[in-house]
């Protein structure tokens, strides 16, 4: 991951060498103090390297002169508990503007006035395998809707289908669905959507996942197309298609909140706690077991944990 920190117009570039995609959720929920705090305790501090896609699997921009936090993850969960843990942050970042950033690490380098280009990896046209339909075994990794005269179609992605990168595909993506059995319904919210209307020859897209590039690139790859982006609104889709995509789930954000409480007490060391478990904290320091080191360095305490556990419930 790439952290930043623009304080007085100049940006400060982090790379936590210990640090996944999977942990921005609680290591970012206590909030600016604390959060700046961590941020600098980090020894692996490297200014003007950038990581690149698909490589960076997340990153977060902390802007103290605007206050905006700006962040992206491949592995922030799925679309209910991204959901949960922005709702959380609205709070727990109180008075910051909190930010998507759908191009993934190319939107942060453009906020710092950096060229996007330079995260990015050379891309072909993809070469995809045979679609037979979507297996109900697999997780729904991203839901293509095609509008047609008899009403939409709809197909599913597995993660490996998804991790293609079929929508860099063009228009061929539309026969290379056809082959395969569309879905009778969808019962979950995937990572990312497209819709397509061929014979208007306009797209629809949102997503969750970093789209590194491909708004940029659609008139190359989806030549006489017009792409309206959508953000995170997959009800946009939903609303296309209402026969196929009626059983898709409202977004409950109470459940998301609850594990993010739970991953919070479980994961910000605490020494006071650390110590009533029984555990070395000494040890644990000096080993600097899984970073926390420097988070232990933050001093937070069981009563800025309990405030922070009472935001991100909305208590």
Request: net charge negative; charged share 25%; glycine share 10%.
């Amino acid at each position: 991951m790439n952290y930043v920190v623009i304080r007085d117009g100049s940006h400060t570039l982090y790379f936590p060498g210990g640090s996944a995609g999977d942990s921005l959720d609680y290591l970012f929920a206590p909030g600016p103090d604390v959060v700046l705090r961590w941020l600098a305790q980090l020894g692996e501090q490297v200014t003007g390297e950038w990581l690149t896609d698909p490589v960076c699997s997340g990153g977060v921009l902390i802007d103290t002169d605007r206050r905006v936090l700006l962040l992206f993850a491949d592995l922030l969960g799925d679309y209910t508990y991204r959901a949960a843990v922005l709702d959380a942050f609205r709070r727990t970042w109180s008075g910051w503007e909190i930010r998507w950033a759908y191009d993934g690490l190319a939107d942060l380098i453009a906020y710092t006035g950096g060229d996007p280009a330079t995260a990015r990896a050379a891309q072909d046209v993809p070469r995809l395998p045979r679609y037979d339909g979507h297996d109900p075994e697999l997780p729904l990794a991203a839901l293509v809707t095609v509008a047609g005269g008899q009403g939409c179609r709809a197909y599913g992605l597995s993660p490996d289908l998804a991790g293609a990168q079929p929508f860099r595909a063009g228009p061929a993506l539309v026969d290379w669905l056809a082959a395969g059995e569309p879905l009778e319904w969808c019962d979950e919210i995937p990572g990312a959507g497209l819709h397509l209307d061929p014979a208007k020859r306009t797209a629809g897209l949102w997503s969750i996942r970093p789209l590194r590039g491909l708004r940029e690139d659609w008139p190359t790859l989806w030549p006489g197309w017009t792409l309206d982006f959508w953000g995170d609104a997959h009800t946009r889709q939903v609303a296309l298609c209402p026969d196929v995509l009626d059983e898709v789930p409202p977004v409950l954000v109470e459940p998301g909140l609850r594990e993010l409480a739970r991953r919070l007490v479980d994961l910000w060391p605490v020494r006071s706690a650390l110590a009533e478990a029984g555990l070395d904290v000494d040890q644990l320091y000096v080993r600097d077991v899984g970073g926390m080191r420097a988070m232990l360095d933050v001093g937070l305490t069981a009563d800025e944990l309990a405030r922070t556990v009472d935001a991100v419930m909305g208590r």
